[in-house]
């Protein structure tokens, strides 16, 4: 019966060719270390890192996967000039170990996008255009959920002057839709490397890493990211341009938009927004902010819970 028949993923497969003694596991074991989880023999086993055959350990492919030994195990990189592929800035090509492939494609990014300082309160706080939190997701979803049999992928990102795109060999599982995605399904492709990342909290919880990615942007006043499967691909993009432009506080008229993009991100964000959350959402100051709380309110759309610091609102419906 084929691997696939028994519902065995590519990365729990066995690599016969491979000796295990010869691998550096440095990458996995220094970052459960960094947890004070212990990194031994029981431990790979049990995630499916090695399998005995013949009375020999050897890796899976899903170590061979996380240890980059694979040629494929690569992102490519680029900048472009505008917002179309036309001509390029800056490219790079990164390999090896899926720790420093996400950390050194993070940096790139991060090189290429816009750096602001913010006031919290008393404090300044440098936030880059995009948020972390939704590079970040994008990545580690990229890397978790891509098509590593065929040999000759990669995964590619893209920072344009409107947006960055990273495409991800391989499209959905067969039995999944893109709106059981949005809905917060999820059914892991690689099954070994997402237990491996779940283990180390780049995973925080199944099918919670596209809300994030979403609710996190909306947040910021940023166009709604789009997760699409393109052929046998899928693309993440995450807009840099906001929504709108910040105004005034008590010029800015409440309007439709303005609940709209409130219910949306309660949508996304467990049904509950605080007003210093709708003051970032809609880019208003803080008094203006909750009088479209308060509007929303007494027109039974929201409901206000609590009555102290503690207050946040949520939907009705």
């Known amino acids: 019966m084929s691997p696939q028949r028994m519902n065995i993923s590519y990365d729990q497969e066995t690599d016969l060719t ?11 074991s220094d970052h459960f270390a960094r947890l004070g989880k212990a990194f031994d023999l029981t431990v790979m086993k049990n995630l499916k890192l090695v399998h005995k055959k013949n009375g020999h350990l050897y890796p899976t492919h899903g170590l061979l996967i996380l240890l980059g030994r694979y040629d494929h195990v690569r992102m490519k990189c680029s900048r472009f000039k505008g917002k179309s592929m036309d001509l390029f800035i800056d490219r790079k090509k990164y390999s090896g170990d899926l720790f420093s492939l996400l950390e050194n494609t993070e940096n790139f990014i991060k090189n ?50 409107d947006l960055v795109n990273i495409v991800s060999p391989g ?51 940023l166009r709604e990211p789009e997760i699409i499967e393109n052929g046998d691909f899928v693309e993440v993009s995450l807009y840099r341009e906001k929504l709108r432009k910040r105004q005034p506080a008590l010029e800015q008229p409440v309007s439709n938009k303005q609940e709209e993009i409130i219910l949306e991100y ?11 959350g709708a003051v970032s959402i809609l880019g ?5 902010s909750r009088e479209i709380l308060n509007k929303m309110v007494k027109s039974g759309i929201l409901e206000r819970i609590g009555k102290t610091t503690n207050t946040y609102y949520c939907s009705r419906a």
Not at 18 to 28: G, I, R
Not at 176 to 196: C, F, H, P, Y
Not at 266 to 276: A, I, P
């Open 18 to 28: 491979t000796d295990l003694a010869q691998l550096d596991l440095t990458p996995l």
């Open 171 to 221: 499209a959905f599982p067969s039995t999944m839709t893109q709106e059981d995605l949005l809905e917060g399904r999820s059914e892991a492709k690689n099954k070994v490397i997402a237990r491996v990342f779940k283990e180390l909290n780049f995973i925080e919880q199944w099918g919670s890493g596209i809300r994030r990615i979403k609710s996190s942007c909306l947040a910021r006043g």
């Open 284 to 288: 208003l100051g803080e008094r203006r």
């Open 112 to 161: 290429h996008i816009s750096l602001s300082s913010v006031i919290k309160g008393l404090q300044r706080e440098d936030q880059y255009e995009i948020p972390l939190e939704a590079i970040r997701e994008s990545l580690v979803n990229a890397v978790v959920h891509r098509d590593y049999v065929n040999d000759g992928r990669d995964i590619k990102i893209g920072v344009y002057d």
């Open 266 to 276: 309660l949508r996304l964000n467990n049904n509950r927004v605080t007003t210093k």
